[in-house]
């Protein structure tokens, strides 16, 4: 298939069971746009910006890690170009920005990587600019994240999007461009920083080529355990029960402490 064949609005399962829509075995909740706003502003306010970007930037990449692992796992698509152009239509379906895409090249082989492109309607740079006006930096946090996630899933190579324009800054709209992480400058670090801390490093890339293998979602499970990497286990729940189980123990981890009972 192409990647303009693929519909999230035809795939989406609307009332799969009772109060759960679902998208290939992932449940997908749908939020007013201000509330999104609401609470990504009450993270600026009570962590500052700088922690507020990386948990929206880690927010983001999850969003884009699970999206790749569904995508990939799911969908037989004609050529590799079209699994990587499917990244920005589901972007686009899921209604937080229009993806339009530039220049693209990659060399798996080599690890070559350069994707560009430009997001029109960013939910994100609108919200931004309702609490704060425009700013002086790039603050597609989120989207970025969604991006950098992609195509690091596949490239199989840490590749990081930034932005060169944003509405959020008033420009007329965003120009993000994604190559990988040792080709950015120091403005590239706090991001750099947020995935590597995500997801440890090499042990992303041993979780990616264990995918490549395509041997099971048993062994990726098993695989994903023993990486030690929350996020991938939660990723890789095979049903509701299982999911809830994995994420509690994912937050105990993160948090180093059981989540707290209310
Ligand atoms: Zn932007």
């Known amino acids: 298939m192409?990647?303009?064949?693929?519909?999230?609005k035809a795939d989406l399962q609307y009332g799969a069971e009772p109060g759960v829509n679902s998208f290939r075995n992932n449940r997908m909740v749908i939020f007013?746009?201000?509330?999104?706003?609401?609470?990504?502003?009450?993270?600026?306010?009570?962590?500052?910006?700088?922690?507020?970007?990386?948990?929206?930037?880690?927010?983001?990449?999850q969003s884009g890690y699970s999206d790749?692992?569904?995508?990939?796992?799911?969908?037989?698509?004609?050529?590799?170009?079209?699994?990587?152009?499917?990244?920005?239509?589901?972007?686009?379906?899921?209604?937080?920005v229009k993806v339009e895409t530039h220049e693209m090249e990659y060399d798996k082989e080599e690890s070559i990587f350069h994707f560009d492109g430009s997001w029109h309607n960013s939910y994100e740079a609108e919200q931004h600019i309702?609490?704060?006006?425009?700013?002086?930096?790039?603050?597609?946090?989120?989207?970025?994240?969604?991006?950098?996630?992609?195509?690091?899933?596949?490239?199989?190579?840490?590749?990081?999007?930034?932005?060169?324009k944003c509405e959020g800054m008033g420009d007329e709209h965003c120009e993000w461009s994604v190559k990988p992480i040792d080709?950015?400058?120091e403005e590239a670090e706090p991001y750099i920083n947020a995935i590597m801390d995500f997801f440890k490093g090499d042990k992303l890339m041993e979780y990616y080529s264990y995918m490549e293998e395509q041997q099971g979602?048993?062994?990726?499970?098993?695989?994903?355990?023993?990486?030690?990497?929350?996020?991938?286990?939660a990723s890789t729940a095979v049903d509701s029960k299982e999911n809830i189980r994995m994420f509690r123990e994912a937050i105990e981890e993160i948090l180093g402490k059981q989540p707290p009972k209310l």
């Not at 799911?74 to 209604?95: M, S």
């Not at 048993?218 to 996020?231: Q, R, V, W």
């Open 2 to 8: 192409k990647s303009d064949d693929f519909d999230l």
């Open 32 to 61: 007013n746009a201000k509330s999104m706003g609401l609470l990504r502003q009450q993270l600026i306010e009570t962590l500052g910006v700088e922690e507020a970007r990386k948990t929206l930037f880690r927010f983001g990449f």
């Open 68 to 96: 790749f692992l569904s995508i990939d796992k799911n969908y037989d698509f004609d050529t590799p170009e079209e699994l990587l152009k499917a990244g920005p239509k589901i972007h686009t379906d899921k209604g937080l």
């Open 130 to 164: 309702i609490y704060n006006g425009e700013a002086d930096v790039p603050v597609c946090w989120s989207l970025t994240g969604y991006a950098s996630a992609w195509c690091s899933g596949f490239s199989e190579i840490p590749v990081l999007a930034m932005e060169s």
């Open 183 to 185: 080709e950015w400058g």
């Open 217 to 233: 979602l048993e062994g990726k499970i098993e695989l994903a355990k023993e990486t030690n990497l929350p996020e991938t286990r």
